[in-house]
């Protein structure tokens, strides 16, 4: 079967990272099919403009004409879907965005891909896979003793961005049980790393702190994320599609729970021997203590047993070097940064940050 694989999202965060490793490490062409929303960004794939092995093409995942089109034109043995809505507190502000594309565009997706699949040998449909990257989120908030979520934990979703992922998450299952479509879901912990929009909290306090803004921590600082470098999130996902098995859903973490200020006090350290201020006082006299997100989730921890005794995944970089990585990352490309935050960027903030009694634009 031919080795070319469609990639929803694929200008965003994750996607980039995702598009740019399997483009470099010669894996087969990649046709990256991206809404280009804010979140997406055609600069995070300069490295790969020119490269035959990769064909962008701007449209959404809710476009079934197109998605038929592209299936039919290039004959791929895979889908991987990272296209969505992805900022919680987006989500807050303006739910039904989230529907539309996590919910409805997935849908539109999963049909589309049905009937291509639906059309393919026997053989063919044996070999297809479609991959869904979903999120630790839809586990809901444990507290701070309970065990890591596995696979089996109750799903939970607390907020629009969670609950529209959940959705998502229970349609690709159908799509199996149902139809027999070979899908395959992961569910991760947070990422970071290079081509992260600095609405997010490692990016916006690299960002806030270089620029001399306050550095916004929601409530009192004290939940929890499971941090999990973003290379080491696309190596777990190749492992999956190589070798996951058809209906299964894997979660993926990186074994590092830390309280949202211990982050924020490690960026500061960091970004104190790295680029001191002018004034040689450290960057943690810029955290200003904000409102608390509503219904903010207090701890996500991800037990990844399963992708490790069955795939023999584990991530690569600790949180000490993913972290150094990515402030270096964000140093040295400070023009793309200036890029991603004008114009949408700067309306975001004023309208969510304002609400939180901080002068931050
Ligand atoms: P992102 O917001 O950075 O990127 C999303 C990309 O999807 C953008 O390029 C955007 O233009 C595109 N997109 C949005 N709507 C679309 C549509 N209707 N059709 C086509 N393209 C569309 O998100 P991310 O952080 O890279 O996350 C990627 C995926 O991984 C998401 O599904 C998210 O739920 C999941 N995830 C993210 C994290 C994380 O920490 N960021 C962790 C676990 C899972
Ligand atoms: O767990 C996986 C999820 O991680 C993904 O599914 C989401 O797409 C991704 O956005 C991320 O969600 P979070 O809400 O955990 O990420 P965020 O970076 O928005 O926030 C991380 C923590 O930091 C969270 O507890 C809220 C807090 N925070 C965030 C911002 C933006 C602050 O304290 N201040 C801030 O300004």
Redesign the pocket.
Known sequence: MNKTIIV?????????NFVLAWVKQSLGKVVN?????Y???LENLVDIQHNPDHIFVH????DQTLLAELLIEHQPCAVV???????VDRSIHGPEDFI???VV?TFNLLEAVRAYWGGLTLENRQKFRFLH????EVYGSLSKDEAAFTETHAYAPNSPYSAS?AASDHLVRAYHHTYGLPTLTT??????GPH??PE?LIPLIIHNALAGKSLPIYGNGQQIRDWLYVED?CAAIRRVLEAGKVGEVYNVGGWNEKPNIDVVKTLCRMLDLKKPRSDGQSYINQITYVEDRPGHDQRYAIDATKLANELGWKPEETFETGIEKTVNWYLANQEWVKNVTSGEYRNWVQTHYIERGEELA
């Open positions: 929803t999202g694929g200008a965003g965060f994750i996607g980039a099919l991206d809404k280009l929303t979140a997406g960004n449209g959404d995942i809710g879907n990272f296209a969505a809505e992805s900022h539309q594309t996590n565009g990257v979903s999120t630790d992922k569910n991760c912990s947070n990422n970071y992260h929009f997010k999130h």
